[in-house]
């Protein structure tokens, strides 16, 4: 089988029946979106008497990968019908919707026995890099029908067939698409609109702003108008017309793992590979150090194995409570270890667990006034700057401080948290899996 050429034009395979559909990589720097291509994809299937059932799944791949585009996300959904119709169909909206753009579309359609093949190794793309080759390989054996320009794109796409976010926790999205005419324009969006739907619908959506500011609206030119995130599909609808902006063209719910925490995986560091995504108990080795850029830096020894962890700046209160520290403290630190030699660790979210007590030099208060006395100098004792009495023979002490960092949980702002990250707001409304549903799918306009 050749790259570019789908297996499926002579597969007998390809009777009616229910296929799982994943695609990857029909956007690229310049514009263009996965979950719009699904879109059209999906309307270009009704249209054609094919029924999508249960929910299109919009699933946020790996987040260490070096050459994804924005959110590295693809998108699967799953079609009762003819497998030569679903296959052609899906093939010309996407060569159609592509046409004229950088990216390097990959299409995977598996049936059950397929899927089951092939399920093992994708499902990790979640949390790992995976070899283009290698998952070249294994989709070939699997049968599954296979097409794309490149291999890069396959992985994606094979994980999105292959993953129904039946298990574990998931969370849900409102997509509302932009008029073609009005693509690569600015968009209208009103931010106070948002504020106002945060606060009716604040318990059943999540990060609809970063303090003053807006983030259901991307900046880029892609065809995405607004998207909503929460817990309930019909709370979306509902929240949506509370939405002021310009008139979208259409809009569509997918179930997603966004929000959270399922890439991270609970391993030895030892064990671990670049790009990983992990969840790490360690302790703090060196003091804090804040480098060009206003990000700070700390070194962690989790099971006799070390690694540099960094925060950046733009994680705000995260990054300040990294800076706080200090040799010998408990932490678990979650984030993605960098495609570089040698490894260091981003962190995306710290819980300290426990702190060590802080020694501190405290100078002696004034035996006139009662003030604390400042150093004079070295060999120079100390000095009161309130009333100017100068004690030659004192000198500072070292004091024990019982409690440093709050132990907690510490994140960075709505602006900075990953998609697949889970926000403070998520806490406590996890969920524990889905039933596939063989009912056609309506949650589209």
Not at 46 to 66: C, E, K, M, Q
Not at 77 to 105: C, H, M
Not at 200 to 219: I, R, Y
Not at 230 to 254: H, K, N, Q, V, Y
Request: aromatic share 6%; with cysteine; hydrophobic share 35%.
């Amino acid at each position: 089988m050749r790259e570019g050429v789908s297996k499926s034009a002579s597969n007998p395979g390809l009777a009616r029946a229910l296929y799982h559909v994943g695609i990857d990589d029909t956007d690229d720097l310049r514009g263009g979106c996965t979950t719009y291509s699904a879109y059209n994809v999906i309307k270009e299937l009704f249209a054609n008497g094919l029924d999508v059932v249960d929910l299109p799944r919009l699933l946020r791949l790996d987040p260490n990968v070096p050459w994804k585009t924005r959110g590295n996300a693809a998108v699967g959904f799953s079609v009762l019908g003819d497998g030569e119709q679903i296959l052609e169909t899906v093939k010309t909206t996407l060569a159609e919707s592509t046409r004229g753009r950088y990216s390097s579309p990959g299409l995977v359609i598996a049936n059950r026995c397929q899927r089951a093949k092939i399920r093992g190794v994708f499902s990790r793309a979640e949390s790992r890099l995976l070899d283009p080759f290698e998952s070249f390989e294994i989709l070939s054996r699997s049968g599954a029908v296979v097409w794309g320009k490149k291999r890069r794109g396959l992985i994606g796409a094979a994980a999105a067939a292959c993953n129904l976010l039946l298990a574990g926790d998931y969370s849900y999205e409102l997509i509302a698409y932009r008029r073609p005419e009005l693509i690569g324009t600015p968009r209208r969006v009103s931010g106070l609109s948002v504020a106002s739907m945060d606060v009716e619908f604040h318990s059943s959506t999540f990060n609809n702003l970063s303090g003053f500011m807006q983030c259901v609206a991307p900046h880029g030119s892609d065809p995405v108008l607004f998207g909503l995130r929460g817990e309930d599909p019909r709370s979306l609808i509902r929240a949506m017309p509370l939405i002021r902006s310009e008139t979208p063209s259409g809009w569509m719910i997918f179930v997603t793992n966004q929000g959270t925490d399922n890439h991270y995986q609970s391993l030895p560091l030892k064990s671990s590979h670049l790009g990983d995504s992990l969840s790490l108990y360690g302790s703090v080795t060196d003091f804090p150090r804040m480098v060009k850029g206003g990000h700070v830096m700390i070194e962690l020894d989790s099971d006799g194995t070390k690694i540099t962890a960094v925060a950046f700046r733009e994680t705000g209160v995260m990054r300040d409570a990294v800076a706080g520290l200090s040799i010998g403290d408990k932490v678990m630190v979650m984030g993605g270890v960098k495609m570089q030699l040698p490894p260091s660790l981003n962190i995306e979210k710290l819980k300290v667990l426990r702190t060590v007590p802080r020694v501190i030099l405290r100078n002696p208060l004034c035996g006139l006034c009662g003030r604390r006395t400042k150093s004079a100098g070295r060999g120079q004792g100390v000095r009161c700057e309130a009333c100017g009495m100068a004690y030659k023979n004192s000198q500072g002490m070292m004091v024990f401080v019982p409690q440093g960092l709050p132990p907690g949980l510490y994140l960075p702002p709505s602006s900075s948290i990953g998609h697949l990250t889970k926000p403070l707001a998520r806490y406590g409304r996890e969920k524990r899996g889905r039933e596939f549903r063989l009912r056609r799918f309506s949650l589209f306009n």
